[in-house]
């Protein structure tokens, strides 16, 4: 079966009705008919809404809410709750070994989504090793754990709203060990880090019908997201799916090439992904970003987030103070209290900012390691 790579392509019609605050976009999309029509449309539909709600600024991780309704054929689709309002199907139809869709959607982003009233959070990720490695033996794809890792890192880069990509670290960390994951995420200036594990790559015939017999593998991945602070675990998940291998029984697989990428194999591991993404955007979005004080002359003050956290210049920070506890349990406790005292952005750089302290004659009650929150300009 020939192959396609998956095109996708965003033409955006855009006017604002000022009495509604509403727009409409109209999108294609088009997705590669590698298992079936119906499969494909749906692929289509997720692809075109998720790239609108991107453009518009709406949260993308309410896109979870509305990808089982892309099941049922329909030409239209209305939806409560969501700031996707309507999906119009103007055109569909194959293209090319492609199914093409090409929709007008009716979204209203809200103003006070978290990845709006909030700094970008950093997110460095550990290589997803494979737990049974012989299951790797078909096609040779020793490597695949890594290459996962690489891609759902070029994922949060590329498409996250909430996060910054920390890149790949090259150690082992565990929510039992709570102090490597606290020193992972400091080193990468990261307040999540993200581990998992292929747990699944067995491979399958399905000789039904007349036609050759098609080897099926599945991709079982394991994924948990752990609060840098305390180590522990605030998200965890399973993802499961099974697509065609169409490669030879006895090859050997280089998963690093477009060949790999683009074959029913490689596109089901790509939108696994996404999916991802998109549970890491839907249940972590939200949680406080923490940007810290990192230095302190005179009443400038350098926090550790910069331009590619979203920070402009004459934000407006609330500071927050960090003290400890113990309590009657012996339990070491964290405290933040709010001060009075404000920052506004004087200078942004790459990855850290300047702010100026006001009043100016309480800078000596900053200390290093104070929070600053986002505030109302």
């Known amino acids: 079966m020939k192959t396609l790579l998956a095109r996708l392509t965003l033409i955006v019609s855009l006017s604002v009705a000022p009495w509604t605050h509403a727009a409409w976009y109209e999108v294609s999309a088009s997705s590669p008919i ?80 978290c990845h709006k009233t909030q700094y970008k959070k950093g997110m460095v990720l550990t290589r997803f090793p494979i737990v049974s490695p012989q299951q790797a033996a078909l096609g040779g794809i020793y490597q695949f754990g890594d290459d996962f890792s690489v891609l759902l890192n ?47 790559l067995s491979a399958t015939t399905d000789a039904s019908g007349f036609g050759e017999a098609k080897n099926n593998r599945q991709l079982a991945v394991n994924v948990q997201a752990m609060d840098s602070e305390s180590g522990e675990v605030i998200f965890q998940r399973r993802y499961r799916d099974v697509a065609q291998w169409p490669f030879e029984r006895h090859s050997q697989v280089d998963t690093q090439t477009a060949r790999f990428w683009q074959s029913p194999y490689g596109q089901m591991a790509r939108r696994m992904s996404r999916n991802i993404l998109l549970d890491l955007e839907s249940s972590l979005s939200c949680r406080a970003s923490k940007p810290e004080i990192v230095a302190l002359k005179d009443n400038i003050a350098q926090i550790n987030v910069g331009r590619i956290n979203g920070v402009k210049q004459g934000d407006q920070l609330n500071l927050w103070h960090i003290a400890s506890f ?14 009075g005292i404000t920052l506004t952005v004087a200078r942004v750089y790459e990855s850290s900012a300047e702010a100026v302290v006001q009043p100016n004659n309480l800078s000596g009650s900053i200390q290093i390691g104070d929070i600053v929150t986002k505030g109302v300009n």
């Open 154 to 200: 070029r994922e949060i880069k590329q498409h996250a709203q909430s996060f910054v990509g920390r890149g790949i670290a090259n150690v082992d960390v565990s929510p039992n060990a709570p102090r490597s994951v606290a020193m992972l995420a400091e080193d990468k200036d990261a307040q999540f880090v993200i581990t998992g594990a292929i747990t699944d």
């Open 34 to 113: 590698l298992e079936s029509q119906q499969a494909a449309r749906v692929r289509a539909l997720e692809a075109a809404t998720f790239d609108a709600m991107r453009f518009a600024g709406a949260d993308v991780g309410s896109l979870q809410q509305l990808k089982r309704f892309y099941s049922q054929v329909k030409p239209g689709y209305q939806f409560s709750g969501n700031a996707v309002r309507e999906v119009q199907v103007l055109e569909e139809g194959t293209q090319g070994g492609n199914y093409v869709v090409n929709l007008r959607l009716d979204i209203y982003p809200s103003a006070n989504a």
């Open 326 to 339: 113990t309590d009657d349990l012996g339990i070491v406790r964290t405290q933040r209290r709010k001060s």
